[in-house]
Nanobody, 127 residues
Framework: QVQLVESGGGLVPAGGSLMLSCAAS????????MGWFRQAPGKEREFVAA????????YYADSVKGRFTISRDNAKNTVSLQMNSLKHEDTAIYYC????????????????????WGQGTQVTVSS
């Protein structure tokens, strides 16, 4: 099992930057695939970014590619999401998620594939 706690959300003007962090408990963090998802009011939860256990491969939604960067530090049990050039449409609650094994690359994009979830952190981009 792993417990996840997000931090770093807040209010930022359009064009600005934020860095989200997800702190994970447990001694087997390096064995988990990690992802970031977000949910805006009235919309379904959507994929943002993911990273493999080793950190050698990353995945991004088309809407954030080139602006967001996911990374992990297995020694510190953390995964981060650096968000640059923020847009109003990035406003959402951002969730950190983990799963011990995602068999195919396509599964990284699917919320239902992840077993563990944090409580979320609010990101608001003003226009």
């Amino acid at each position: 099992q792993v417990q996840l706690v997000e931090s770093g959300g807040g209010l930022v003007p359009a064009g600005g930057s934020l860095m989200l962090s997800c702190a994970a408990s447990g001694r087997t963090f390096s064995s988990y695939c990690m992802g970031w998802f977000r949910q805006a009011p009235g919309k379904e939860r959507e994929f943002v970014a993911a990273i493999t256990r080793s950190g050698r491969t990353t995945y991004y939604a088309d809407s954030v590619k080139g602006r967001f960067t996911i990374s992990r530090d297995n020694a510190k049990n953390t995964v981060s999401l650096q968000m640059n050039s923020l847009k109003h449409e990035d406003t959402a609650i951002y969730y950190c998620a983990a799963d011990r094994n995602l068999a195919y690359s396509s599964t990284y994009y699917l919320a239902h594939e992840y077993e563990y979830w944090g409580q979320g952190t609010q990101v608001t981009v003003s226009s």
